[in-house]
């Protein structure tokens, strides 16, 4: 256990940090719910009900969506562009062992499997990565489609207002504010990130380039 736990302590305290922020989320969404409800002189609701109802739902996934959509593009970005300085960029004026063909290492006992089977298997595992990325994306943005149209019912009934449908969602403005306000927040998270990474330091992180490095240098 103490050899996994080091080898993998990274993702076990990010998984960690993960599961008791969605707690706390859904513990404190669930009292502010209760409140609203009786503001409105409604019976509250379960605890395991509010889970799925469409105030923690959309909540959740209006996250989980631009968070994945960051993720998403800056993978997809980085094939393309680049960003002189750069500790994440690829250089742009000399060959990146990113850009090699796999189909060199085919023999290499040590490479993932599709990469000794070759063909279309390995064409889909060599875009594995952005594919999972947005695939994480477009149900996180389905469901917070979902989970929007849940909520909005919900206070449409409160106030004798006729439902609506996700198609309805959709095109609702208050839904694309949701989505947009988070977007903006995680391309600047990123383009903050990307750029002070080229002037600032941070020892013993490998997102930093090392202390002594200049800021010119690009990638690690």
Do not use: C
Request: glycine residues 6%; negative net charge.
């Amino acid at each position: 256990m103490r050899r996994f736990l080091r080898d993998n302590g990274l993702s076990v305290a990010l998984f960690a940090l993960f599961l008791i922020s969605l707690v706390g989320q859904a513990l404190t969404g669930w009292r502010a719910q209760a409140e609203e409800l009786r503001l409105h002189e409604l019976p509250a609701i379960g605890f395991t009900d509010y889970l799925a109802s469409g105030h923690f739902i959309s909540a959740v996934f209006e996250n989980w969506e631009s968070e994945f959509l960051q993720m998403a593009a800056y993978v997809v970005l980085t094939i393309f562009l680049f960003q002189k300085g750069a500790s994440e960029s690829k250089k742009p004026d000399e060959d990146n062992p990113e850009d090699e063909s796999p189909s060199a290492k085919r023999n290499d006992p040590n490479a993932p499997w599709p990469v000794h089977r070759g063909g279309l298997l390995l064409k889909l595992y060599s875009h594995s990565l952005s594919i999972a990325l947005v695939t994480l994306f477009l149900a996180s943005f389905w469901l917070h489609l979902a989970g929007s149209t849940r909520r909005m019912n919900g206070e449409a009934l409160q106030h004798h207002q006729p439902q609506q449908t996700m198609t309805d969602t959709l095109v609702d403005p208050e839904f694309w504010y949701e989505s947009f306000q988070n977007w903006q927040s995680e391309f600047l998270s990123i383009g903050v990130l990307l750029v002070l990474g080229i002037f600032l330091r941070e020892r013993g992180s490998p997102e930093s380039k090392p202390v002594a490095a200049p800021h010119g240098v690009t990638g690690h």
